[in-house]
């Protein structure tokens, strides 16, 4: 489990956000920080937050980090120290299993690339879903905005890591990441999504130029 996972687990939105200073209505209304707000327009949920005025939007990490202008790992820092989580007994670094003495660099290289790829496809399905699918209506959620909501920050942990981390982490990190077919059939998942969101939008533009 990441610190992230491990934040996310145990803080709320609704908590951090009363936390901070927001004043939260039995409702988990509250008003929006981020634009000039008269009456609640932001519903805090467990999970994540969404604002009916300016649409700000995720989950507690996001929050934190919107509110006090950091980078989203300085956010999940902040929340471990102001709710007392033990980052150290998290899993914060991908796990080290022991490296052959002369690993195959040819197939790291493929699998990483493989990771990646899938990795980078799904969080455009998912930044995708949380713009197209924020709700409009208070109290009414797509299940595609939940989930991109839930997963966002862990597909982008872990874009990062796959990015900056060591030589031994990417390793470490690709080789639990290739154990079974989550990554293949995730590649395939995100690419069979974003390609019915490209015939929608041939069909419309097709539709346009006949009328």
Not at 13 to 24: D, I, N, P, T
Not at 44 to 59: K, P, Q, R, T, V
Not at 108 to 115: H, I, K, S
Request: charged share 30%; hydrophobic share 35%; proline share 5%.
């Amino acid at each position: 489990m990441s610190i992230y996972t491990q934040i996310k687990d145990a803080v709320s939105v609704k908590e951090a956000a009363e936390r901070y200073g927001l004043s939260v209505t039995r409702h988990g209304m509250a008003r929006c920080p981020f634009h000039e707000d008269h009456s609640p327009s932001l519903k805090l949920n467990e999970d994540y937050y969404y604002c009916f005025g300016c649409h700000a939007s995720g989950d507690v990490i996001d929050f934190t980090a919107k509110l006090f202008e950091l980078c989203n790992s300085c956010a999940a820092e902040k929340l471990a120290a102001d709710f007392g989580i033990d980052p150290d007994s998290a899993e914060v670094s991908v796990p080290k299993p022991v490296i052959p003495e002369n690993p195959n660099l040819a197939v790291f290289r493929n699998n990483e690339a493989l990771c990646f790829q899938a990795l980078s496809a799904y969080e455009w399905l998912l930044s995708d879903w949380m713009e197209e699918c924020a709700p409009e209506i208070p109290g009414e959620f797509d299940p595609r905005y939940e989930h991109a909501c839930h997963m966002l920050p862990t597909v982008k942990y872990l874009l990062d890591c796959l990015t900056v981390a060591t030589f031994e982490e990417r390793y470490a990190m690709v080789e639990e990441l290739m154990e079974d077919d989550t990554i293949v059939e995730l590649r395939k998942f995100a690419r069979k999504e974003l390609g019915k969101k490209y015939e929608r939008i041939a069909k419309r533009e097709s539709e346009s130029e006949r009328s």
